[in-house]
């Protein structure tokens, strides 16, 4: 038995060199599975990025078209592709990538935490901006970005093992491939500005719901779309020469340029604006009941004062861009025929713009802007003097001012207008527009009022209580000025509203309350405001307006003549009394008075000659 045995082991007995040969085979063998390894995680890593960088938001299974899909993993293969040719390490191409989804992702996340809406390109513009903020806001993740940030930094260190590397030697390949891969992906981006090709992939192209259109297309196809609206091209039928004659038509004697010719000896009266950061009455969303009222002097005018005028102020924006609602009532010109989510301080306003502090300048007005906070806050120190404001005074001129959670108070800001009126040339009518501070967000400072804070019933809300708490130190700001201006002889009208309504975040208990979802309804864009004079003005209750009408208004009522455009506003809200981002639908996009809107305000934000700017 044992010889058998022996014999047949002789027979698998391998000879010195054949063991080599074999040796060898085998390890060959186990570079090509690891370079097979490497090439299929070269191909599936960017998969996984796209859908790692989603979820920190939303489940892109679930709200992704899955053309959308295939198109974000594309490019972001190709992305790899253009690293790995640059750098020549896939290892390196990798984790570039890796480490750029994981701050994207974390970025977005936090963006729409604190703004309610993602990231777009015109963001990158203002982020000088957004730094000046940044540290009020609480950074803490939940727990499934905290699981995501481990996964992704276990991506990048797993990331060693894909041995690729393509030798200098071969550059001409290299720059080739890369080349290639980058038109590809300008290509790519290009397709993704036509229509034709956006409703061939059956893409959602809706930029006015930004938070559905990231979802619906994920984020770098999106990021490319949006691209396209860094410039406004020209309406659909656009004529210069016929935008002329129109606001010509509507020029009563007194134009942009031209001052009160045929009654010099009216009185103008001050108008004191302030444009106030979140306030808003947030029951508008639902009810809700507190330990007590938390505007109860806007609430006292609401119920018919004299001379007062008030209503819901429909704006464009919710929870930030604070500029763009400030920029619709300055200019009367409307978010809605602009990208979703673009800041035109920032992108479009680079020459001087017919406002209305440019137009009571005209009419011999002093002309102020205070904000106190960084002057180059959404781009001010450079847009204000292009507005027509002789003098813009930030942070620096309320030195020693009280703060409420870190930021100059309301009360202050009251101070501060008072004192200005009463350092003014007297029988010189002065325009003071001011943006306050102390609402901003976020509401999670643990912040406690001297007087106790407002308490909402059921609510459970630190961050509601805190907000709601704060509208009552504007409520009592506003009573002080109004209060301050009844003693005064000379005509003043007080203009008083809110930018937007607070984040989702804030508001959310509300619907809570009331047994709803939140949603991006209209209602969520509406805002109290005030008109008041200390002279005989009709009042009226419950006159809802938008703001790129509200600055026509406001003079109208204030018994002040109007410029050409303003007429031109004031008789386009006879028939579509409210215009906003929000409001307006794609049946009215289409009907001839809003296109003629739209190409006048192409002409006045874009297309007027050098010597109608200098005027």
Not at 495 to 502: I, K, R, Y
Not at 560 to 588: F, G, M
Request: with cysteine; glycine share 6%; charged share 25%.
């Amino acid at each position: 038995m044992k010889n058998i045995v022996t014999e047949w082991l002789s027979c698998y007995k391998i000879s010195g060199r054949e063991s080599k040969r074999m040796s060898g085979k085998i390890n060959w063998d186990k570079e090509k599975s690891k370079k097979a390894v490497s090439y299929a995680a070269l191909v599936l890593i960017p998969a996984l990025l796209f859908y790692l960088e989603a979820f920190f938001t939303y489940r892109p299974f679930e709200r992704t078209r899955w053309r959308a899909q295939i198109l974000n993993i594309v490019l972001l293969e190709l992305i790899m592709l253009v690293l790995l040719m640059v750098i020549g390490n896939a290892v390196w191409a990798l984790r570039i990538e890796t480490v750029f989804v994981l701050v994207a992702g974390l970025a977005n996340y936090y963006v729409i935490s604190f703004r309610g809406a993602p990231i777009v390109p015109w963001d990158f513009l203002s982020l000088r901006t957004a730094a000046s903020v940044a540290g009020g806001y609480s950074y803490v993740p939940g727990i499934k970005q905290v699981v995501l940030i481990v996964v992704l930094m276990g991506l990048v260190f797993a990331e060693r093992y894909v041995r690729i590397k393509i030798d200098r030697k071969h550059w001409i390949k290299r720059l080739a491939a890369g080349a290639s891969s980058l038109l590809a992906i300008i290509g790519l981006t290009v397709l993704l500005w036509k229509d034709a090709y956006v409703t061939k992939w059956q893409l959602y192209p809706f930029l006015f719901t930004p938070n559905v259109m990231y979802e619906r297309n994920g984020f770098a196809v999106t990021f490319l779309m949006d691209l396209q609206y860094m410039a406004v091209e020209k309406p659909e039928g656009y004529d210069k020469e016929a935008v002329k004659e129109l606001l010509e038509e509507y020029d009563h004697g007194y134009s942009w340029t031209g001052a009160n010719t045929t009654d010099e000896e009216q009185e103008l009266p001050n108008i004191i604006v302030v444009m106030n950061e979140a306030f808003s009455d947030l029951k508008v969303l639902g009810e809700f009941e507190t330990d007590r009222d938390y505007m109860p002097f806007v609430h006292s005018l609401q119920s018919g004062a004299k001379n007062t005028v008030t209503g819901n102020l429909h704006v464009s924006v919710k929870g930030g861009n604070t500029a763009n609602t400030e920029f619709e009532f300055l200019s009367g010109q409307t978010m809605a025929f602009l990208p979703a989510g673009s800041i035109p301080y920032q992108q479009y306003v680079t020459n001087s713009l017919p406002t209305m502090a440019s137009y009571l300048q005209s009419l011999g007005y002093t002309t102020h802007a205070l904000h106190p906070y960084y002057a180059t806050g959404w781009n001010r120190d450079k847009v204000y003097p292009l507005f027509g404001f002789e003098e813009f005074l930030d942070q620096d001129a309320y030195l020693g001012s009280t703060r409420v959670r870190g930021y100059v108070d309301d009360m202050a800001c009251t101070g501060k207008i008072i004192e200005l009126y009463e350092k003014k040339e007297r029988e010189k009518p002065m325009f003071l527009f001011q943006v306050t501070m102390q609402n901003h967000s976020p509401y999670t400072d643990g912040y406690q009022s001297a007087e106790g804070n407002i308490t909402v019933s059921n609510g459970n809300s630190a961050a509601l209580d805190e907000y709601l708490t704060l509208m009552q130190k504007s409520d009592d700001a506003l009573r002080e000025l109004v209060r301050y201006f009844e003693g005064r002889e000379e005509k003043t009208v007080v203009v008083f509203f809110g930018d937007h309504q607070p984040t989702d975040s804030v508001v959310f208990p509300i619907y809570r309350l009331n047994g709803r979802e939140l949603s991006e309804e209209e209602i969520r864009y509406e805002v109290p405001y005030v008109i008041w004079a200390n002279y005989e003005i009709k009042e009226e209750a419950g006159a809802d307006t938008s703001a790129n009408y509200l600055g026509a208004e406001v003079l109208k009522r204030a018994g002040i003549p109007l410029s050409d455009y303003q007429n031109y506003l004031l008789d386009l809200k006879e028939e579509y009394d409210v215009i906003s981002a929000r409001r307006l639908t794609d049946e009215e996009r289409e009907e001839e008075k809003i296109k003629e809107y739209q190409s006048l305000q192409y002409y006045l934000l874009f297309d007027r000659d050098e010597n109608e700017q200098e005027e």
